[in-house]
């Protein structure tokens, strides 16, 4: 139940959340449409329209959450993005936003890229920064095999090979069969830390291959 003008009105609406580890006993709730019923907040599929790594030029900024974020306006029908706080700037720390002052105000159009979908609020996931935006991979995923990749030695293999940094949380192996189309005497003096290159993906690992990869003794 809720109160308006002094007046009781009974809702309908669905608990989401039991908080147990608190003093006092609290749940939260939804009123949404889409999570009282149990479907899904849009008759198609939100990331077949909006495929995760999408970069939206013209997002539109329709509300603002003084200290929590900016929902936007990213064209598609009924589902709205939107923006945490933390996720507006990767080269200023925004503490306050306001809805009618500042870069930020409702009405204003900034480039935003899709990090993924939130089935309960009916939302897209947004980032605006500048580093996400720019970055030329999300996941691993969106590396197509057999693409040419720019990326930075980031460590030289003791037992041969290279690892190169393609982009933020995503790096590769360069075996040493793959250094070189000669057999190189000493690899090292000519691949060193820190050096921009070009490789070729041959291989994208899956995520349990990843984790054994990332647990194997690579030094």
């Not at 936007?72 to 923006?83: N, Q, S």
């Not at 009618?100 to 609020?121: C, E, Q, S, W």
């Not at 197509?144 to 980031?154: A, H, L, M, P, Q």
């Amino acid at each position: 139940m809720i109160y308006a003008d002094n007046t009781l009105f009974q809702i309908k609406a669905r608990i989401t959340t039991r908080f147990h580890n608190t003093e006092t006993k609290k749940v939260s709730f939804s009123i949404l449409p889409h999570v009282l019923q149990l479907v899904s907040a849009s008759e198609t599929d939100p990331l077949a329209a909006l495929p995760i790594a999408t970069t939206i030029e013209q997002a539109k900024i329709i509300n603002v959450e003084h200290n929590l974020g900016l929902f936007v306006d990213v064209g598609v029908v009924g589902v709205p993005g939107f923006v945490h706080i933390s996720r507006i700037s990767s080269e200023e720390k925004i503490e306050n936003l306001e809805k009618t002052i500042g870069a930020y105000k409702i009405g204003t159009i900034h480039p935003a890229r899709v990090l993924g979908f939130n089935p309960m609020d009916g939302l897209y996931l947004l980032s605006m920064e500048k580093r996400v935006i720019e970055q030329p991979y999300l996941r691993v995923e969106d590396i197509k095999i057999g693409s040419v990749v720019k990326g930075k030695i980031e460590k030289v293999l003791e037992r041969g090979g290279v690892v190169i940094n393609i982009a933020d949380g995503i790096s590769g192996v360069v075996e040493e069969d793959h250094l070189s189309d000669i057999k190189l005497k000493n690899p090292e003096k000519k691949f060193r830390e820190g050096i921009d290159v070009r490789a070729r993906v041959c291989i994208s690992l899956s995520s349990r291959d990843e984790e054994q990869w990332n647990n194997s003794d690579i030094n």
